[in-house]
């Protein structure tokens, strides 16, 4: 409980904090001003004894500066902008406490301040209402406001943009979340589909399958929840995939994946090259009537990713090929993820040919 009082305090402190820094120098600048002014009139003061009463002079005069600079910030210009229909009343919203204050400073000068701290200081007649004086007046009054309306407007658009940049962060983070939620079922439901070819087939090899995607399902639900893995955990997660699919197809696919790694250690989002591994097999071998290929070739160095796939395919689905949900969801993935990547698909003579070109080290600058 003492705890939870001390930080309430002690986050209250911090936030008066700015303020106190702000009235303490502009307190020593009007008080400045009035030991410039008492030097014109008591020259034969000291200076200890102009600059101290100075000081203290100074510091009435700020409680009217203080009181309309923070009923301005805090209540006049809301109140103007509520009240903008009717023009002569918001401006009066403004103008009449600013009077108000102006007023105020001579009241003080001319009963408290010249009368008990400046010793009876005689001035001259109409000194406070003449053009220099009065207008030096208005502006010492208007500046502290003015700079505590441009601090507060600075700061409010601060904490917008801010608020915008967290609310858009969230968005991306809950569209990569759905894009992720979107590739899991859709891998489950061609992988089960290739287990339950081998179940109708009766194959021995239907077992290992299974044992497979159990291993597969382990990645999914305890590691591809993490930000990044290293590339050597993703080429693993997609060996044990293509082992899965080459069981099915035996003689019939001819596949070649070829690693170039300078670091296994480099990071990757997780599952980021299985969507397009899928699309190879999806819609290369287990729609091809006859013998198929896939190429598949990775290249990681100083920290920029090549990955290069090639697949044949039958005439009749050239009009396939690019839009299934695999690549348009890793496209996507890549604009949310990295700042530096370029996916690229082309067919052309019954092959479908896919690369991608990812600057690992660009993750999260996008």
Known sequence: MHAQL?????????????????????????????????????????????IIRAFYGSFFYIIPHLAFAYYLVYFGLARMVQEKRFFFKSIGIILLPYLLAILS???????????????????????????????????ETALPAGLLVAIQFVNSQLVSKEREKQLLKDKLTTELQLLKNQMN??????????IYALTRKKSDQAPEAVLKLSELLSFMLYESGSNTITIEREIAFLEDYIAIQQIRYTDQLTLTFTKELDNPAQQIAPLLLL???????????S?????????????????ELLFEMENSFEQSDLNKQPVTIGLSNTSRQLELLYGEQRLTVNNANNIFKVQLFINLNSYGKV
């Open 6 to 50: 001390f930080f309430s305090i002690f986050d209250v402190m911090k936030g008066i904090r700015p303020h106190l820094i702000f009235w303490l120098f502009y307190w020593a600048l009007i008080a400045c001003l009035e030991y410039f002014w008492l030097d014109a009139f008591v020259a034969a003061w000291s200076e200890n004894k102009k």
């Open 105 to 139: 400073i001579i009241l003080l000068a001319r009963q408290l301040v010249l009368p008990y701290i400046y010793g009876n200081i005689i001035v001259p007649d109409g000194f406070f209402v003449e053009p220099q004086k009065f207008l030096s007046i208005m502006i």
């Open 185 to 194: 079922p859709h891998f489950l439901f061609n992988t089960l589909n290739n």
């Open 275 to 285: 969507p397009l591994v899928e699309n190879a097999f999806k819609h290369g071998a």
């Open 287 to 303: 729609e091809n009537q006859y013998a198929s290929f896939i190429h598949l070739h990775l290249r990681v160095k100083n920290g």
